[in-house]
């Protein structure tokens, strides 16, 4: 057996950073990792990979890992058997269900985690414990853009493939730092766009590398894009541009929507955006010149108090000027960690069972009624941001959350940390001691992508299968696994052995995936859903009509909301988001020699006016401070900020994170909350 383990293997996996969904053989002999070997037939990527995948791995065998179930004693932790974890965690929540009902429980499950952990957690939830309480972290990122889509086209989920938009005429990337973020997808930009001639329009606050290289960089008011997308489309409709064919045969709604963008003028959106006139007749001719347009967005657009109605005002444009239904054009809302689409496709949010459905419909709960044999509550549940504030008035108490350091990725984390010392009963299942699980009752050792099977679902819907490449780590076990061990310590009686079983059930129930199995996945082979029974994926969707019982699509009225102020004291606007060197609060990359030999820690972005007013130089130390909390961090001078702007990267789960700044203010349709709508006051402090 020794020798065995010594033997030199190669496994396909699907990386785990980002929604991308890069695919690669990774070599391995024991537990080292030889190298990370991509494959030309990988449908995402081909050859490529970016830092993350290619050298973001040493964390699998950080001596860091948890490798035993841990429970609380006073102020430590002791190691504990799975069974008396399993014991403790199921009588604790039949207790707990008992004394307050099964809504006093609640559920997270992780945009890191598998479709069918995904699926599973909120089985757990409905099925088990009788309550739809359970969320998953696309509500911190992604579910506004969901949000606008389904209110105009209807499906959730980017609207062609990675590969398409290089056929486009016109690319406009919006509050997404796409180079940093999703990097190969970037690189397939940036090379259709050198090559082909493809026209490149970005909107940032930030001039990163993408704004660099653009045709045209537009620099609007923070949070203002959705006025100047609203006037642009007003102006294509006003002078004649739009695609009235389109229109009239593929959407509803045009007289009230034209009415409704009756306020968004020109000369409302200069002095709204700071952009000026010509500028925005600049870019309402490009588009509406181009024969066909993409629109990439991410964080900027939706992490807003308006983020859902920004992201259904960009569906709007695409809409009147014709720009659905064919390859290279559409909506790319780009999915941030790998299985952000993935976790919500496969029902792990408090409104909608797997495929969407509603949990409202009673059709749809009888469905899952029947096969689960349970009954399922007929409202939805809290989201993640209503589960703390459920838990600061006294009627949660319980949570059970898997792979997502909340504590820190949360928005206003000094008020989430309160929330867990309220908590009668915290489970936390991750890979390390992570901030989050410090405040839980039991901690469980989880296992990392590379020591499990299953499916990711990528940011073009494309659902990819991961094979085991490692053993667990000690007595680490995948999430479905602690998943299924858990609902059977509490009665249930499930008898999954692999993932494919619990994906076989998913495809009975979920329409979107009725034709998926892991056979057709076999491999680098992948489907993009909808996937019908007999195996036939959509790469494009629309391209028979929209989803809804007339086929057509739906122009939806939105106005714009102001970006929350904090008053005059707190002077600095401080933008955040990703490096291209880390993941999130960086629990993985920083445990990943490859990685913090090139960027060991964070840094604050500092413009050269702000340098100059304050006297501030690189490496600088600094404290900002909101109304919520404080961080000290070093300044790096820079071009790419500018004015009374600061960039602060959220990749730090100490001093510097990003959420000891931000509010408790959300997005209004979602409960998303605004982390690009933070203010702060600056201070020079001098190095202990
Ligand atoms: Fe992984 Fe995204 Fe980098 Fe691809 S682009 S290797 S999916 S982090």
């Not at 459920?390 to 909340?406: F, N």
């Not at 291209?580 to 060991?600: A, D, Q, V």
Request: aromatic share 8%.
């Amino acid at each position: 057996a020794a020798m065995r383990q010594q033997r030199i293997k190669k496994t396909k996996t699907v990386c785990t950073y980002c929604g991308v969904g890069c695919s690669f053989d990774v070599w391995t002999k024991g537990r080292e990792i030889l190298k990370v070997d991509p494959q030309i037939e990988a449908p995402a990527n081909g050859i490529s990979t970016c830092i993350k995948g290619k050298f973001g791995w040493d964390f699998v065998n950080s001596d860091e890992r948890l490798t035993k179930p841990l429970i609380r004693e006073g102020d430590a932790f002791r190691e504990a058997s799975w069974e008396e974890a399993y014991n403790l965690i199921a009588s604790k929540f039949t207790d707990i269900k008992q004394q307050h009902g099964s809504q006093a429980l609640t559920f997270i499950s992780s945009s890191k985690c598998t479709n069918e952990e995904s699926y599973l957690m909120q089985k757990l939830a409905r099925g088990v414990i009788g309550t739809n309480n359970i969320d998953n972290c696309s509500r911190y990122c992604q579910t506004p853009a969901t949000m606008g889509l389904f209110r105009t086209v209807g499906h959730g989920g980017d609207s062609g493939s990675i590969k398409d938009i290089e056929k486009s005429e016109l690319v406009i990337v919006i509050g997404s730092n796409t180079s940093e973020s999703h990097p190969v997808l970037a690189t397939r930009v940036k090379r259709s766009h050198k090559l082909h001639n493809q026209k490149l329009i970005v909107a940032d606050l930030r001039k990163h590398e993408m704004a660099d290289r653009a045709d045209l960089f537009i620099q609007p008011r923070a949070g203002s894009d959705l006025v100047w997308l609203s006037a642009v489309t007003k102006y294509i409709l006003d002078e004649g541009l739009a695609d009235y064919d389109f229109l009239q045969k593929n959407v509803n709604g045009l007289e009230m929507f034209k009415q409704n963008l009756e306020k968004f003028t020109l000369d409302f959106a200069v002095s709204a955006t700071g952009l000026s006139k010509e500028t925005l007749i600049q870019v309402a001719e490009t588009i509406s010149q181009s024969k066909s347009v993409c629109v990439l967005w991410a964080m900027g657009v939706t992490q807003h108090m308006g983020g859902s109605d920004t992201s259904t005002a960009i569906s709007n444009l695409l809409l009147v000027t014709g720009n659905y239904g064919r390859p290279g054009v559409g909506s790319y809302p780009l999915r941030g960690h790998n299985n952000v689409q993935g976790a919500s496709d496969f029902g792990s949010m408090p409104d909608r069972l797997p495929s969407y459905e509603k949990v409202a419909d009673e059709k749809v709960r009888a469905k899952y009624e029947q096969a689960w044999g349970v009954k399922i509550p007929e409202e939805p549940g809290l989201n993640n941001h209503e589960m703390v504030q459920g838990i600061h008035d006294g009627h949660v108490k319980a949570m059970y959350l898997k792979g997502e350091d909340m504590g820190i990725v949360d928005s206003n984390i000094n008020h989430v940390h309160a929330a867990y010392e309220k908590l009668d009963f915290f489970v936390v299942q991750d890979l390390f001691l992570t901030r989050t699980a410090q405040f839980a009752d039991v901690v469980l050792p989880a296992s990392p992508s590379l020591e499990k099977e299953g499916t990711f679902t990528n940011t073009e819907r494309r659902i990819q299968r991961l094979y085991q490449v490692l053993e667990p780590l000690g007595d680490s076990k995948p999430d479905w696994e602690i998943i299924r061990d858990i609902a059977n310590h509490l009665g249930a009686g499930w008898e999954y052995t692999h993932p494919s079983d619990i994906m076989t059930e998913a495809a009975q129930l979920a329409p979107l995936f009725a034709g998926v199995s892991y056979e057709r996945l076999e491999g680098y082979n992948s489907l993009q859903w909808p996937v019908a029974e007999d195996g036939t994926d959509t790469p494009i969707l629309f391209t028979d009509g929209f989803p809804f019982e007339d086929k057509k699509a739906r122009l939806f009225p939105v106005d714009w909301t102001e970006p929350k102020e904090f008053g005059e004291e707190y002077d600095i606007h401080v933008n955040n988001g990703r490096l291209l060197e880390h993941f999130h609060e960086g629990n993985m990359t920083y445990r990943s020699e490859g990685i913090t030999s090139k960027t060991p820690n964070t840094f604050l972005e500092v413009s050269h006016e702000l340098a100059n007013e304050r006297g501030l130089k690189d490496g600088t130390l600094v404290r900002l401070s909101s109304p919520y909390g404080s961080v000290k961090v070093h300044c790096l001078i820079t071009e790419r900020v500018k004015g009374k702007e600061v960039y602060l990267p959220m990749n730090d789960s100490g001093e510097a994170a990003i959420n000891l700044l931000t509010s408790s203010y959300s997005d209004k349709d979602t409960d998303t909350p605004a982390y690009k709508e933070t203010s702060a006051k600056l201070e020079v402090l001098k190095e202990e």
